[in-house]
């Protein structure tokens, strides 16, 4: 069942145009999705370089900035590199270097812990395509 419908909601999927973001959103915990994703970039041979716990820290620190706003059940983001992806890409325009390492990011909302949004920053220019076809393809892995 899970297939079917993160199939069906992957493909329905659109960039947010104004943000530069590409996210699907998947009928499964924050729990679950982030232990897919971190499996997904794992089993293609790529090293997570940096795990920020960022709805951890805006929890925990939501008091202290005067706050009483819960944002997140559950938000995380994966920073990692691909060697080969990156030089494809550096090759093409050095300044691309603006854009490593990737990430992508998990996470769910207080009034929906049962749905998780998964995604990736859309990487402008056509070299850039390359890294954000990676990172489809890691999403479409970690949602099927």
Same mark, same amino acid.
């Given at each position: 069942?899970?297939?079917?419908?993160?199939?069906?909601?992957? &493909?329905? #999927?659109?960039? @947010? #145009?104004?943000?530069? !973001?590409?996210?699907?959103?998947?009928?499964?915990?924050?729990?679950?999705?982030e232990f897919a994703v971190e499996s997904a970039i794992i089993d293609m041979g790529l090293t997570i370089d940096f795990v920020s716990y960022t709805g951890d820290m805006l929890s925990r620190t939501m008091a202290d900035v005067g706050s009483d706003v819960e944002l997140y059940?559950?938000?995380? &983001?994966?920073?990692?590199?691909? #060697?080969?992806?990156?030089?494809?890409? @550096?090759? #093409?325009?050095?300044?691309?270097? =603006?854009?490593?390492?990737?990430?992508?990011?998990?996470?769910?909302?207080?009034?929906?812990?049962?749905?998780?949004?998964?995604?990736?920053?859309?990487?402008?220019?056509?070299?850039?395509?390359?890294?954000?076809? &990676? &990172?489809?393809?890691? !999403?479409?892995? =970690?949602?099927?």
């Amino acid at each position: 069942m899970r297939s079917f419908l993160t199939t069906t909601m992957f &493909l329905l #999927a659109t960039p @947010l #145009a104004a943000q530069n !973001i590409m996210s699907v959103t998947v009928p499964e915990t924050v729990d679950d999705m982030e232990f897919a994703v971190e499996s997904a970039i794992i089993d293609m041979g790529l090293t997570i370089d940096f795990v920020s716990y960022t709805g951890d820290m805006l929890s925990r620190t939501m008091a202290d900035v005067g706050s009483d706003v819960e944002l997140y059940s559950g938000a995380t &983001l994966y920073n990692f590199c691909s #060697a080969k992806v990156s030089r494809q890409v @550096l090759e #093409a325009d050095p300044t691309n270097i =603006a854009f490593c390492p990737y990430t992508i990011f998990v996470y769910s909302l207080p009034d929906s812990p049962e749905e998780t949004v998964i995604g990736h920053q859309i990487y402008p220019g056509d070299s850039m395509a390359p890294a954000n076809a &990676l &990172l489809d393809e890691i !999403i479409a892995n =970690a949602t099927q």
